[in-house]
């Protein structure tokens, strides 16, 4: 292939900015349909995007020969079956996070893809953005020590703006997401961790429902042991009031440490001095991945985030909630 000509499968909100228009922006790549259900969205989401192809039916995108690769943005239920049919078919596969619904859906997307011999990447797009790339060269140059540990804290209000707005909430129906909004801001989190620290030792955590009115865990501990002897403690809230809302993850090393939100663009090193560095926000938040994901699926360059990867961050949650 000399151009990846993309084809979405669920063109909703989180396209809308986040992910679609970056596909028209990266060298070598064209967004060329779209798909949604709803027939009358999916021509609105063409109209609007410019897109000269939309499609109301899944595998009639998928078998599209314009379309050489596939963006799946769906809620998490349908990611394995659009995954696979689309490894079938031949096509590389840029699938959101969650990458599906649990660990084992998530190790029959990777099998797939290896057993077929067709590239799969998961949006885990963090990795790409340069505020979370100075982390890990800050860590890599030994700015703060050796690390010792890491407490990750994500508070937020049973509505909290950091998450999209959608018509069903869909996110707090653990059928369709897998879980609360753990399951949809944790995945970036975790991903992260094991991105900064590598091989998981050990992981467990305690999962529980303290509102009444929902179906999920709204409250998440999480505690990993990972084999270079760091220690993660991670805590996921959706039932804070408003005055209590946290975003915070800080790495405490043997000279200092790094803190930084997940929701921002600030980094703050305390060593010997206090550092700050500030990153312009990005417009689309996932146009440093595409452009990674675009150059591997081209053969110029390694995957960003592969099933594997992806597949650890799900046994994780997991774990997590597990109780």
Not at 72 to 101: C, D, R, S, W
Not at 243 to 267: E, H, R, T, W
Request: charged content about 20%; aromatic content about 8%; some cysteine.
């Amino acid at each position: 292939m000399e151009e990846i000509r993309w084809g979405i499968i669920g063109c909703g909100d989180v396209t809308e900015v986040k992910s679609g228009p970056a596909f028209n922006k990266v060298n070598n790549s064209k967004l060329v349909a779209v798909m949604r259900r709803d027939a009358e969205k999916a021509a609105g989401y063409a109209r609007r995007h410019q897109v000269p192809k939309w499609y109301d039916d899944a595998s009639q995108l998928i078998n599209d020969p314009e379309v050489n690769a596939i963006y799946i943005a769906t809620p998490p239920l349908q990611h394995e079956a659009y995954t696979i049919e689309a490894l079938k078919a031949g096509k590389p596969v840029y699938v959101e996070k969650p990458m599906t619904l649990d660990a084992k859906a998530a190790q029959r997307m990777t099998d797939a893809a290896n057993k077929l011999n067709v590239k799969l990447c998961v949006a885990h797009y963090r990795r790409a953005q340069p505020m979370f790339l100075k982390v890990k060269e800050l860590l890599a140059a030994h700015t703060i020590g050796d690390i010792r540990l890491v407490r990750l804290k994500m508070l937020q209000s049973p509505n909290p703006t950091l998450i999209a707005k959608t018509a069903d909430n869909w996110r707090i129906n653990p059928a369709i997401s897998g879980g609360g909004l753990f399951h949809d801001l944790a995945p970036h989190q975790l991903d992260l961790m094991t991105y900064y620290f590598g091989a998981v030792k050990n992981a467990m955590g305690i999962a529980t429902r303290q509102q009444e009115n929902t179906k999920v865990d709204d409250l998440v501990v999480g505690n990993i042991l990972f084999q270079n002897g760091v220690v993660f403690t991670g805590t996921w809230c959706f039932s804070v009031a408003a005055q209590d809302l946290a975003d915070v993850c800080v790495i405490y090393g043997s000279k200092g440490q790094i803190n930084f939100p997940m929701f921002g663009n600030k980094i703050t090193v305390t060593a010997n001095e206090t550092k700050e560095f500030i990153f312009e926000p990005l417009q689309h938040v996932q146009q440093p991945m595409i452009e990674k994901v675009v150059d591997y699926f081209l053969g110029k360059g390694e995957n960003p985030c592969s099933g594997e990867d992806a597949l650890i961050t799900m046994k994780l949650m997991d774990d997590f909630t597990r109780t």
